[in-house]
């Protein structure tokens, strides 16, 4: 079974990215995938830079790169900021992606050879899409195998019913299918 956890780029109570990333674990699991819910309230990450992680790299960003490392693939919900990905989401993926211990500069061992997939909430149009063109850029440089499919849910102000399922078939059906793709990517790789 291949483990997967979901990372959303977001803490606002009511977020519609959040809602986003409750679906993806439900279609995960029913896919058979072991699955880790991220909650990045729960880590006490600094602004990354350099003079912080040489005087004393943060337990919480060693514990967040030990859970990613310990996962065959990684789905991340990211709203979209200004066009790009949420700082969140951003400083969370850069601690993880820095070397611990007796690792080299470019271990990438949080995420090197492993699956990724996306997916994002909006109140616009566009679903996010902006923003998950960064995220997969991102990803891919810090050597993810980030699959094709995506999920983009525009004007997510309307697209959530009292119940938090997504009122239109499109997205809903896009969920399960990436889902069903991570956990087949990740496995291969994994095996």
């Known amino acids: 079974m291949a483990k997967i956890a979901v990372i959303v780029g977001s803490t606002r109570e009511g ?3 959040r809602a986003l990333g409750s679906l993806a674990i439900k279609a995960l699991e029913a896919q058979g995938a072991i699955v880790a819910d991220v909650d990045l ?3 006490d990450l600094p602004l990354y830079s350099a003079a912080l992680e040489a005087e004393a790299f943060p337990a919480d960003a060693q514990r967040l790169k030990q859970l990613f490392a310990a996962q065959d693939g990684l789905l991340f919900v990211s709203p979209e900021y200004n066009g790009s990905v949420s700082p969140l989401l951003k400083n969370a993926i850069d601690w993880a992606s ?3 211990g007796e690792e080299s500069l ?3 061992s949080a995420y090197r050879g492993k699956a990724a997939a996306i997916m994002s909430a909006s109140i616009s149009p566009f679903g996010g899409l902006r923003g998950l063109m960064h995220l997969r850029q991102i990803l ?3 050597q993810m195998l980030v699959i094709p499919e995506q ?3 525009p004007n997510a102000h309307a697209a959530f019913d009292e119940d938090g399922a997504l009122k239109e078939a499109l997205p809903a059906t896009l969920i399960g299918m ?3 793709r991570l956990v087949k ?3 291969a790789i994994a095996a």
């Open 15 to 17: 977020s519609f990215n």
């Open 41 to 43: 309230a729960t880590f």
């Open 98 to 100: 820095r070397p611990t």
């Open 106 to 108: 470019v271990a990438l």
């Open 140 to 142: 891919a440089t810090i």
């Open 151 to 153: 999920v983009l849910v």
């Open 178 to 180: 990436t889902a069903a």
């Open 185 to 187: 990517v990740a496995g």
